[in-house]
């Protein structure tokens, strides 16, 4: 035991020691190194991650952008197609208030123009239309029959006319276009036509007439006496035939012998009665309208449109045509046209010509302006 004690204190053993730590001293310094390496390394290829995910961000904004950019090509090119820009022409109409009569003759006639310049000149885009085009189509409507199989009107042309050219205003108000082709364009012309009216002898005949013929009872004196209320209230306002029919039984102030008329952009005016006006409306209010109990049985209760028809439904513009035409057939007046807008000029004229004050007419028609009227010389009135 003790000469194994003397061993591990020999000089031998001293020496192995020292070697073993010196073995061990280079083991630190080398995994020094390494980890320097393995952070250089991490370094590089962290570096080397976010280039390449700051090329892949540069590519997808890129793609973005470009997306971007062909969905406002899209946008601007589908804005610039005929069909979609009278329809938002339509929608700008609407948004104003115009009436439906005016929306409805835009739609038509700009239709018109479209289906011409898509299927016979092959244009869909807006920039694509010169003056040449526009000329052309004037040609093409004078040449081709409307959908009823007859020849258009150099008036109806003209009003067709009218419309597109308010159109390409408005594309050129809306920078749509810088130039408007309709400036190269000569216009349809067309020569003011005699104003119509008719006589104060007609007019009695008319008033006759309003009675069915072969016809008694209840029913057949009610129609005749609206239908003489309705004559003589257009005969003494000169009132549009869509206000008419637009009137309810409050509109009439009976005390004050005027009647509240809407005219177009939903404006008001208060147009004095006669008093065979007044007293034929009065007439047909108390006697003659249907009560509230017949409205109820007839399942129109409440109605309170001033004019009924024999359905108990308000009187329409398409029966105001059919009714004018049972008149001037019954009345026998076959020379001339009869209808509530004839009944406007006559009273236009009448009024001109025993006032000659254009200013006041200009109220009582609901005019905006003194251009639709301006001497009783049978050509400027409309």
Not at 126 to 147: G, K
Not at 345 to 371: C, M, R, W
Request: glycine share 4%.
């Amino acid at each position: 035991m003790v000469s194994r004690a003397t061993n591990n204190n020999s000089p031998h053993a001293a020496n192995a020691d020292k070697s073993k730590g010196a073995d061990r001293r280079p083991t630190k310094k080398g995994s020094r190194v390494t980890q320097a390496r393995a952070q250089a390394q991490r370094a590089k290829l962290d570096a080397q991650t976010q280039i390449h995910q700051q090329q892949e961000d540069q590519e997808a904004m890129a793609r973005q952008t470009q997306h971007k950019q062909t969905v406002r090509q899209e946008m601007q090119a589908k804005r610039r197609i005929i069909a979609i820009l009278i329809e938002a022409y339509i929608q700008d109409h609407i948004g104003g208030n115009s009436s439906q009569k005016t929306i409805e003759w835009h739609r038509t006639a700009l239709g018109l123009l479209r289906l011409f310049l898509e299927e016979e000149l092959d244009i869909t885009q807006i920039e694509e239309v010169e003056a040449d085009d526009i000329s052309a189509w004037f040609a093409h409507l004078r040449s081709t029959p409307a959908a009823r199989g007859k020849v258009r009107s150099e008036r109806t042309i003209q009003t067709y006319a009218r419309s597109a050219r308010a159109f390409f205003h408005w594309l050129v108000r809306r920078s749509t276009l810088e130039v408007n082709p309709f400036e190269r364009v000569a216009f349809p012309k067309v020569g003011r036509p005699l104003i119509q009216t008719i006589t104060a002898e007609e007019f009695e005949q008319l008033l006759l007439a309003c009675a069915p013929p072969h016809e008694t009872g209840p029913y057949a004196e009610r129609a005749a006496v609206r239908n003489r209320a309705i004559l003589w209230l257009l005969y003494d306002t000169g009132i549009r035939v869509s206000e008419l029919t637009n009137l309810r039984v409050d509109d009439l102030d009976r005390k004050h012998g005027v009647v509240t008329v809407l005219g177009k952009g939903a404006k008001e005016r208060r147009v004095a009665l006669g008093q065979n006006c007044l007293r034929n409306l009065s007439y047909y209010l108390d006697k003659h309208r249907p009560d509230a109990a017949e409205l109820a049985e007839w399942g129109s209760a409440g109605e309170d449109h001033l004019f009924l028809s024999e359905t108990r439904q308000p009187l329409t513009k398409n029966g105001m045509e059919m009714l004018f035409k049972r008149l001037r057939i019954r009345a026998g007046i076959t020379d001339k046209r009869v209808s509530p807008h004839i009944l406007r000029h006559t009273f236009a004229i009448n009024y001109l010509v025993k006032s000659n004050d254009p200013f006041s007419l200009q109220e009582l028609l609901g005019h905006e302006d003194l251009t639709t009227q301006e001497r009783p010389d049978g050509r400027a009135f409309r």
